[in-house]
């Protein structure tokens, strides 16, 4: 796609390609056992081939020249 995009003058992305999703966006205090609740009250709904490794809540500062991410928390889901 990228390819086909280039041709039409839309350049490459230079970046590391980092798989996210972005599951919610909040601007109140975030609420860690609620989400997880809802996470497991709904796990027969979620379809995935992905192994989700570690879990992170991101703070976004929007600027004029673009946001920047800060996170704020990141969660291991591996098992020891």
Known sequence: MENTLEKAGIAKERRKFKPHITAARNKKPFNFKSFFKKIDENSE??????????????????????????????ISLVTA
Do not use: A, N
């Not at 703070?59 to 020249?65: C, D, G, I, M």
């Open 45 to 74: 709904r979620f379809i995935s081939g992905l192994k989700v490794t570690h879990f992170q809540v991101f703070k976004s500062q929007l600027t004029p020249e673009g946001p920047i991410y800060s996170i704020l928390k990141e």
